[in-house]
C-alpha cells in the first residue's frame, strides 16, 4: 500500500516496496521481543522530552520493547510520561559547579549500561544527551562495547559531537547511522575535512557531500535531513522525497531516530528468518532501507500532523500520527504479502 495523499516519485514507491519487506506480519508464533528491543540513552536533567519522542515513536511504530537509559533526574520525570517505556537512570552527568558531589567513574558508570545490551537489538543515542562531558564519556564506553557487538546504533543530536571529536570511534562502523541536520553535517564535515571549504551544496551536489562523508567515515549510513531527506553509505545514495509538514518545532528529528531504531529491529528479524519472506533482500541494502522506511515515516507524520495543528504544531503531534503513517505508507503486512513479489 502507497499513501494516495502523499506524493512521491515512482522511485521512492520502489524503494519503499523493498523497504516493505523488511516490515513482520503479526503472527500468533512470535513472542515478546522478538520484533524489537530498543534502548534511547541520553536524557540529561534539561532535556528529558527528546528521549521519549525517540523511544515513543519507536513503541508506536512496533517496537516490541522500547527502553530509555537516562539520568536519576531525568528518569524520575520521563516515568511521568508513559507507563509503556521503561526507563532505566544508569546515566551520570558532572556535578554542578560549587557542589559537593564527587564525579562519577565513567567506566563503572558505563559497565552497568553495557551489561544491557545483551538484552537489545538496536541502540539509539543522543537525545537529550546535553553536552556534558562525562556523559560523552559513558557514551563513547558504550558505543566501544556495542560495535564490539556489530550492534546497529544511531546517532544524532549532541552525539554526533562525539563523531566530530573522535571519529575512529565509528570509522568503518556499517552498523553506525547519522542522522545530522545542515548545521550538524557542516560540523562533521568540518571535523573530517578540516582543509575543505564548508559544504554548502544543493541537489546533486550536496547528495555528493553527503556520500563523500559517508565514504571518508569508512562506509557508515549518513541520514542528512532537509528538505529532502538524502540517505548514504558512501556508494550508494537515497533521496527520500515524500512531502512533509511545514513547521519546524524541535524534536521531530527524535520520531526519526525512534522509527530508523524500529526498522532497524525489524531488520534484524529479516536476517534471522523470523517469517518466510523469500529472502530477496541483501544484507548489504538493509541498512539504507531501514533508514529510509525511518524517515519516510517521520515525514509522513510530519506532513499528517501539520495538516492537523498547522502552525501550532509540536513534537508531540508527531507520536500521534506514527501508527497512522505507517498504515499510509506501508499498510498491514501478511505473510503472503511478505513473501509475494510486491
Known sequence: ????????????????????QMVPPMLEKFHKGQLGRVAVIGGSEDYTGAPYFSAMASARLGCDMSHIICTPGAGAVIKTYSPNLMVHPLMRQSPSPGSSDKQENPEQVASGIIDMLSRLHV??????????????DICARVLAAARERKM??????????????????????????????????????????????????HGAEEAKQVEALAKALGGV?????????????????LVVDLVGGLKRSGGQGDTLTGSIATFLAWRKAYMDGLWDHGGRLKEAETLGLAAFGG??????????????????????????????AFMNIFGEPTRTQNASHL
Open 1 to 20: 500500500m502507497i499513501s494516495q495523499s502523499n506524493e512521491m516519485s515512482s522511485t521512492t514507491k520502489e524503494v519503499l516496496q523493498r523497504v516493505r
Open 123 to 136: 541502540l539509539v543515542i543522543g537525545p537529550g544527551l546535553g553536552r556534558d562531558p562525562l556523559m560523552h
Open 152 to 201: 546497529p546504533v544511531v546517532l544524532d543530536a549532541d552525539a554526533l559531537a562525539i563523531v566530530t571529536k573522535s571519529p575512529e570511534i565509528v570509522m568503518g562502523w556499517r552498523e553506525v547511522v547519522l542522522t545530522p541536520n545542515v548545521v550538524e553535517f557542516g560540523r562533521l564535515w568540518k571535523g573530517i575535512f578540516p582543509d575543505k571549504k564548508d559544504q554548502a551544496g
Open 221 to 237: 549510513t549518513i541520514v542528512q535531513k532537509g528538505g529532502k531527506d538524502l540517505i548514504s553509505n558512501g556508494e550508494t545514495t
Open 295 to 324: 524517515a519516510s515515516i517521520t515525514r509522513e507524520c510530519s506532513r499528517l500532523a501539520f495538516e492537523k495543528h498547522g502552525r501550532s504544531l509540536q513534537a508531540s503531534d508527531l507520536t500521534e500520527q506514527v501508527h497512522v
